[in-house]
């Protein structure tokens, strides 16, 4: 049935916005952010040149066989990386204190957590490079983009966010809608095996290794499809100011015990929510459909609303303060 699929991506979606925010302050402590001012309007405007650009120079590196498959196992390698890291703060969160403090200077330290960290990145790297099943390909992606959203969210301020997310939504409408680069992309990646698309499929022995390509499955008509996909990037992007607005917006008032930044927080994520429910309306459809112009959408009135709401602020904090 659809609807298993729809809230299969639902579950996937939610939760990896859920984890940002548990691993929002710890990595912040950590000092995983970007390092640059996060007030800075330079830093958004870089990375939406990246996202602008990479997809050109994985369509160019698309026509060699052989320089994609090396494409392949450095992504393969990046998302390890972003996988230790993510694994390695979570478990310093998860695991008790007596089991990270050191014998001889009862100090914090980072065994156990780094070898474990390690073996969870390490195996996962190698199921994607060895048999990338729809699940390891989900697992992968969830955990990667769960981390990917705290780090991006503790970076950029509430005004660089805005303008990430509005420029994104446009690109997208227009890679997808106009130029239809986007479509091709996810063709490309789909036969890569990356973790790069979330993957929901209509049953739990569906062979991800041996699935058409994409452009085949867009042929066959949406209620026999075998399997529903969605872009890592719109998990990610809205996920950004759910984020964001959770560790820059102030704390007080506090209002049923939680504080008022968390309040802003879950209101973008619920308006992403109901832009999710809106785009896979339209996905029902049969056609490619752009995902940010829905779920950054979403996220923006429902960050403004609960924003009015909570504060009694105009300013919806893109100064920095109410």
Do not use: C
């Not at 008790?96 to 156990?112: C, G, H, K, Q």
């Not at 509430?158 to 509005?166: A, S």
Request: net charge neutral.
């Amino acid at each position: 049935m659809r609807s298993v699929r729809w809230l299969g991506l639902f579950g996937l979606y939610i939760g990896a916005q859920l984890v940002a925010l548990a691993l929002a302050v710890p990595f912040r402590s950590a000092g995983l952010s970007s390092g640059a001012n996060p007030s800075s309007l330079t830093t958004p405007l870089v990375l939406i040149a990246a996202v602008i650009l990479a997809p050109i120079v994985i369509l160019l590196l698309a026509r060699r066989q052989g320089l994609l498959v090396g494409l392949r196992h450095l992504l393969l390698i990046a998302i390890a990386g972003a996988l230790y890291f993510t694994v390695l703060e979570s478990l310093l969160v998860a695991l008790p204190a007596s089991w990270l403090l050191s014998p001889m200077s009862a100090e914090i330290t980072l065994v156990p957590a780094v070898p474990l960290a390690a073996m969870v990145a390490a195996g996962l790297y190698l199921a994607l490079l060895m048999d990338p099943q729809w699940y390891i390909v989900d697992l992968a992606g969830f955990v990667a983009a769960g981390g990917l959203i705290a780090i991006l969210g503790i970076s950029f301020a509430i005004l660089p966010v805005f303008i990430l997310l509005i420029a994104l939504a446009v690109y997208d409408a227009i890679a997808v809608y106009r130029t239809k680069h986007m479509i091709r992309l996810a063709d490309i990646v789909t036969e890569m095996k990356l973790p790069i698309l979330m993957v929901m499929p209509e049953s739990a022995d569906y062979d991800y290794t041996a699935a058409p390509p994409l452009s085949e499955t867009r042929k066959v008509p949406i209620e026999e499809r075998a399997a529903t996909f969605m872009g890592l990037g719109d998990v990610v992007i809205p996920g950004i100011l759910v984020v964001s607005a959770f560790i820059w917006l102030p704390s007080s008032p506090r209002i049923l015990g939680l504080s008022a930044s968390l309040w802003v927080a879950l209101g973008a994520l619920v308006g992403s929510l109901v832009g999710y429910a809106v785009l896979m309306r339209r996905v029902n459809r049969g056609e490619a459909q752009a995902g940010l112009p829905f779920l950054n959408g979403g996220a923006l009135v429902g960050y403004i609303l609960t924003f009015l709401l909570i504060y009694h602020s105009a300013t919806l904090g893109l100064t920095g303060g109410l």
